[in-house]
């Protein structure tokens, strides 16, 4: 009997080892691959290419004819189905709710259309030319007295996100004021293939490489060193950032905080049995019970499905088209502000955001015919197997914060985060907000964001 216990528990110990040693094997960094920070992405052969390194102002204009074009497709839309008895967003996008937001864009939106565009137009607007794209960016310089502390700051949008997200947020970030000893000097990108940055010619533009691209947009202006922000894509990519270019980034605010990988995995599982010993009882449900958080993520991916298999299929069925874009943009600031929202026939819409503001969001992605090159990020990303996003698990000793926002699509709990963010100095949530939060709550995440790099600064 004595032998066979031995056996046993040999053959138990043995189970174990090769057990563990997968273990490391799947949870080990990642290789990053070399980087090639002058890769091309412009159109023919990088041989015919010689890079203008200045930086020229750019000017937000289009023409009346433009906008009656515009007022004129809005004016002869189809007939839209109408909406089920007593439904609401759960089918989409409730045709009543788009019918009422259809006529105040073509009627109170576009007769004030030069009032919009000087708003968008309010801040300095500038191009660049890097690795064969023309690259549009936001930089606000702070007017401060001689003395005050100016920190770079780059700000990093998503889809079907845009520059304008950050409207409100950058006046507070670029004034002096009694809550912070420091003032911010603010760069705010469009992603290449989003509103006024052109589009790769190439195959293969994906995080990683855009990574790339920010960190030499900064360089170009003349920072060596600086702060990242982001959500959604800029969350990956300003994730990415502090990965690839650890001795360029001072800190790191995500409000998005992704770690992925067998080990985050693990941890978010074993977590679960017992919440509470991992998390503060009153965030528990930030991140459990699991499924209906599954459930919820899986009735919300659609979109994510098409577009990382058929960009160009569903950009042609949205591109030029307002109805469409309207309907496929608009959801999103719905449902992923609160899902609950999907029981209100309004969408909920309005509950945080104003029509102007959603507006001048979709007339950035419908005046630039930017929605399919925008949602070719999805391919790229996805088309190799989430290797880039793999990549993100690899430690970053930079300073990192973390806004959680009690109705994101997804957080990830500290536990884990702490695997890939070695020094993450701040981790907050936040009872309201969802995925938009630099529009919908610009004053909660600005005094993150300060509170975060005071700690920093220190």
Not at 268 to 289: C, G, L, N
Not at 365 to 375: A, E, F, G, R, V
Not at 441 to 457: G, H, R, W
Request: proline residues 6%; glycine residues 8%.
């Amino acid at each position: 009997m004595g032998f066979f216990v031995r056996v046993l528990f040999a053959g138990a110990t043995l189970l174990l080892a090769m057990g563990y040693k997968q273990y490391k094997d799947a949870t080990k960094p990642v290789p990053i691959p070399p980087l090639d920070l002058k890769e091309y992405w412009g159109a023919g052969d990088i041989k015919q290419y010689k890079e203008d390194t200045t930086i020229k102002p750019f000017n937000i204009a289009y023409s009346p004819e433009v906008i009656e074009k515009l007022r004129s497709k809005l004016n002869d839309t189809p007939t839209l189905v109408k909406p089920l008895e007593g439904a609401a967003f759960e089918y989409g996008f409730n045709s009543n709710r788009l019918q009422d937001i259809l006529k105040y864009w073509k009627t109170s939106y576009l007769n004030k259309w030069n009032e919009r565009e000087a708003f968008l137009k309010q801040f300095p607007h500038f191009k660049t030319q890097i690795q064969g794209l023309n690259i549009h960016f936001i930089h606000v310089k702070p007017k401060v007295p001689a003395g005050t502390k100016v920190l770079p700051l780059i700000m990093l949008h998503g889809w079907p996100g845009s520059v304008r997200e950050f409207y409100e947020i950058i006046p507070k970030l670029t004034t002096k004021s009694d809550d912070k000893d420091f003032v911010f000097e603010v760069v705010v990108p469009s992603l290449p293939g989003y509103g006024w940055s052109q589009p790769a010619s190439k195959q293969g533009l994906d995080p990683l490489k855009i990574a790339v691209i920010m960190k030499n947009l900064m360089k170009r202006i003349g920072h060596q060193k600086f702060y990242v922000q982001g959500g959604d894509w800029g969350s990956l990519i300003g994730n990415l950032i502090a990965t690839l270019f650890q001795d360029n980034v001072i800190g790191v605010h995500l409000n998005v905080c992704g770690s992925i990988g067998l080990q985050t995995i693990l941890k978010t599982v074993v977590a679960s049995f017992a919440p509470s010993q991992f998390i503060e009882e009153k965030y528990v449900d930030y991140y459990y019970p699991a499924l209906p958080k599954l459930t919820f993520m899986l009735a919300e991916s659609g979109y994510m499905h098409l577009q990382a298999t058929k960009p160009d299929t569903i950009g042609t069925a949205l591109v030029g088209n307002p109805v469409g874009l309207a309907a496929y943009i608009l959801e999103k600031f719905s449902t992923w502000t609160n899902p609950s929202y999907r029981q209100l026939p309004d969408g909920g819409l309005e509950k945080y955001f104003t029509l102007d503001s959603l507006l001048d969001n979709i007339m950035i992605y419908y005046l630039t015919d930017s929605i399919t090159t925008s949602q070719r990020l999805y391919y790229e990303n996805f088309s190799k197997g989430g290797a880039t996003m793999a990549i993100g698990q690899n430690p970053t000793k930079v300073p990192a914060a973390c806004s959680k926002f009690k109705y994101e699509l997804m957080n990830v709990i500290d536990w884990a985060l702490r695997d890939h963010f070695t020094n993450l100095v701040q981790s907050n949530h936040f009872e309201d907000g969802g995925h938009f939060a630099a529009m919908q709550l610009p004053n909660v995440l600005y005094k993150d964001i300060i509170t975060f790099v005071a700690k920093v600064e220190q």
